[in-house]
């Protein structure tokens, strides 16, 4: 079975600073990856996704991820944070594009200080 | 309105109430879902509607009764709850099962 690891639970990081929020899997097929924020009292926003072509996915609001088949990761960055960056990021896999299969880390909590 | 609206964004109940979650999407979308979110776990998928057909049903406990009238609405009807049962119960929309687009929440609190 599949499964996703988010291996840092908080990231406190100061205003302008580089981030990166790390993302494994595990899965003996190939997958889709995706990167979705909740910020505070709110749902999940998709963030940005890997589906195919290029590793290096860009998303909105200046976040990027690249996905690393050897280590089976999909780690997301972004190289200056903005106070507004302050929510939870949510790391999910799938084996196919249906949302049933969808398999989502614990989420880690972006925490950004002034 | 748009995306996907939830009501009520709050609730409390005691553990003899019955109580609904509404959710309705305005985005044209054939497949609906209830997902529970609870601190410091994955996001869990308990029930999926496709073309108002469920599809899937993750061993939910039976106080937990989605309906799904039409393609535009979910709702989850909810029935001597437990605490543990609190948690922010999201709803999501997709075309055809794809990439879901989530609601705010319901952040329901069981006393």
């Known amino acids: 079975a599949q499964s996703v690891t988010q291996l840092d639970s908080q990231v406190p990081v100061f205003e302008e600073a580089p981030v990166e929020l790390r993302c494994n899997y595990s899965s003996s097929v190939s997958v889709y990856l995706f990167w979705y924020v909740q910020y505070p009292n709110q749902g999940l926003q998709l963030l940005l996704k890997?589906?195919?072509?290029?590793?290096l996915v860009k998303g909105i609001n200046g976040f990027e991820a690249e996905f690393n088949k050897s280590q089976t990761s999909f780690h997301l960055r972004k190289p200056s944070v903005h106070i507004s960056d302050t929510a939870e990021y949510f790391c999910?896999?799938?084996?196919?594009?249906?949302?049933?299969?969808?398999?989502f880390g614990t989420g880690t909590r972006l925490q950004v200080f002034p | 309105e748009t995306g996907v609206t939830q009501t009520p964004r709050h609730l409390v109940m005691g553990m003899t109430n019955k109580k609904s979650l509404k959710c309705e999407q305005h985005?044209?979308?054939?497949?609906m879902y209830w997902y529970k979110q609870s601190a410091k776990k994955p996001l869990e998928l308990m029930f999926v509607?496709?073309?108002?057909?469920?599809?899937e049903n993750n061993s939910v406990p039976s106080r937990f009764s989605p309906e799904c009238p039409n393609s535009s609405h979910l709702f989850l009807h909810l029935h001597t709850l437990q605490p543990e049962d609190s948690a922010l119960y999201l709803c999501?929309?997709?075309?055809?099962?794809?990439?879901?687009?989530f609601g705010q929440g319901t952040r329901l609190t069981v006393v």
């Open positions: 509607y496709s073309l108002e057909e469920r599809v």
């Open positions: 985005l044209g979308h054939n497949a």
């Open positions: 999910a896999v799938s084996p196919t594009l249906r949302t049933d299969k969808l398999i």
């Open positions: 890997y589906l195919s072509g290029s590793t």
């Open positions: 999501a929309s997709s075309q055809d099962l794809g990439i879901p687009f």
